[in-house]
């Protein structure tokens, strides 16, 4: 019933069918274009975000990303471990001032905070993720702590230099221009200190001539409310492009014992990430139909959980051929 109740975001119930419309006129499979998207990313973004972001936390918890994962790791302990990693690269101390970049209902925001002691701000431009997040903030008890701010993260309302260190989890992958935001962090960041990332990349196995490669590009995009999907080569030049020095880069899916895609993959099934499953993707697809059809859940809800299961397909296919990648991980310095 939460899942149903939430659908829509702050889109008003009875507008949710034109949103979802729109929202799928970007991309290319209803005849959008790279360019267009770039070019309205804030509409189609917060579009996205109103749609989806009930589906996220119903089906993947606070924390809405993949992880790095080991033998015997549960996909919740992993989530854990790939944000406690950041902030231990990043050096995190107690009390210091820290940005979280895209910071979606704030789940990686708490766990960051409470592991390292720290003040972190969740920067979002979407409403209702950030009404979201403060609840969950009160109830977590970090309200007096950590806060978030409504804003686009390629025009940020921060003084230069305001944040001891800067971060951003498959979020990023968002920004039209990768330069023009790794620029505004480097802004805002203090001179000495650390932005570390998780990037949503397509590999050097991607070949732009390949139909099926793109194919699979276009389900991620459209699935995931991504304007394009840049090379991790494309990230590494906009940060130095932006002034950091990379003290180190490296795709963290390559060595990952366990896939990323394993919790979407059809062929796993898990308890323990039940509705991430092929059995529980289709219960939950069955019951929003079911919901949509006796009006407790706005019209357009099915057309939702479609694009995103296009977004699994997609994810899970992007794996296998590693041409994608949603862990492209950097650390870099503004230099003194």
Same mark, same amino acid.
Not at 21 to 30: A, G, L, P, S, W
Not at 43 to 52: C, P, Q
Not at 107 to 113: D, F, K, V
């Given at each position: ?15 949710v069918l ?24 804030t ?11 009930s ?11 993949? /992880?790095?994962?080991w ?23 107690p ?5 979280? +970049?895209?910071?979606?209902?704030g ?41 978030? +701010?409504?804003?686009d993260?390629m ?15 498959? /979020? ?37 001539d ?35 020095? +990379? ?14 895609y ?18 529980? %993707?289709?219960?939950?697809k069955?019951m ?7 009006k407790? /859940? ?5 057309? +939702?959980s ?13 794996? %296998? %051929?590693?041409? *994608?990648?949603?862990?492209? *991980? ?7």
């Open positions: 019933m939460d899942l149903a109740s939430n659908l829509g975001g702050k889109i008003d119930k009875s507008d034109t949103a979802v419309e729109k929202y799928e006129q970007y991309h290319v499979f209803h005849g959008g274009n790279e360019e267009e998207r770039k070019a309205n990313y509409d189609m973004v917060n579009k996205y975000y109103d749609l989806a972001t589906f996220y936390e119903y089906g993947w918890g606070e924390s809405f990303h993949f /992880a790095h994962r033998k015997g790791e549960s996909l919740r302990e992993s989530i854990k471990r790939h944000e406690h990693f950041l902030a231990l690269q990043l050096g995190i101390k009390g210091q001032k820290v940005l979280d +970049v895209g910071c979606g209902i789940g990686p925001l708490r766990e960051i905070a409470r592991f390292s002691n720290s003040a972190v701000t969740g920067l979002n431009n979407n409403e209702y993720q950030i009404t979201r997040g403060k609840e969950l903030n009160r109830l977590a008890g970090v309200d007096k702590t950590c806060n978030f +701010v409504k804003a993260f025009k940020m309302p921060f003084p230069e230099n305001s944040f001891d260190a800067v971060y951003a989890i498959e /979020a990023t992958c968002h920004a039209p221009d990768a330069y023009g935001c790794y620029k505004e962090i480097y802004r805002v960041l203090k001179p000495g200190q650390c932005f570390a990332a998780y990037e949503w990349c397509m590999t050097d196995a991607f070949d732009p390949n139909a099926e490669h793109q194919k699979i590009k276009g389900e991620i995009e459209i699935g995931d409310g991504l304007p394009d999907i840049r090379l991790t080569t494309k990230c590494l030049e906009a940060l130095k492009q932006a002034g950091f020095e +990379v003290i180190w880069e490296k795709d963290l899916a390559k060595d990952s014992p366990v896939p990323w394993l919790p979407l993959d059809k062929n796993h099934f898990s308890l323990s990430s039940f509705r991430l499953t092929a059995v529980g %993707r289709f219960i939950t069955n929003v139909k079911i919901l949509e059809y006796i407790l /859940a706005p019209q357009g809800s099915q057309r +939702v479609n694009f995103l299961e296009q977004a699994a397909e997609g994810l899970v296919d992007g794996g %296998r %051929r590693e041409i *994608f990648t949603p862990m492209y *991980f950097f650390l870099a310095r503004k230099p003194e």
